[in-house]
């Protein structure tokens, strides 16, 4: 079952915590979260899933910044969020989809007991300009049914900022 709008307000600092929280985010059922300013890159144009791999660090300005089509950018967003005993899902708003831009390829399934800021996986079909503090995608909750053991794992767990794969360290 997804939580209606009015029961994610009824939860906050309960088993959902959204920080800042700004109630005009609020969907009928979901939660808008904001773009952070910062984006991430990889360095090579072939990249390794046994290694780290190197990233370039990008800031969006006010005035925006143009993403280019067939180049993967790591972005977060600004919110900080909590979750225990329900399960966060993230996708992109259709207003943003509309315009060719893909916030998450694959990671929009979230786990019980996840604590920091999502990691965004954007991806355009042709150049956009992108500008920080928009309300790029949106965040909505499932219950869960059933003995559960929550998120603790050290890869993205607690995470301060944009993260890199860290696909690597499952290799070890």
Known sequence: MILSGREIKHRLGKDIFIEPFDEKQLNPNSYNLKLHNELLTYDSGMLDMKKP??????SIPEEGLVLE????????????????????????????????LFIHITAGFGD????????????????????????????????????????ESGKYQLNKGIQASKLYEDFK
Request: with cysteine.
């Open 112 to 151: 019980v007991g996840f604590c920091g800021y999502w990691t965004l996986e954007i991806f355009c079909i042709h150049p956009i300009r992108i500008y920080p503090n928009v309300e790029i995608c949106q965040i909505y909750y499932h219950t869960i049914e059933g003995d559960y053991d929550s998120y």
């Open 69 to 100: 089509p067939q180049r993967l950018y790591l972005g977060r967003i600004k919110e900080y969020t909590k979750t225990f005993d329900l399960v966060p899902m993230l996708e992109g708003r259709s207003s943003i989809g509309r315009l060719g």
């Open 53 to 58: 791999n190197a990233t370039r660090k990008l």
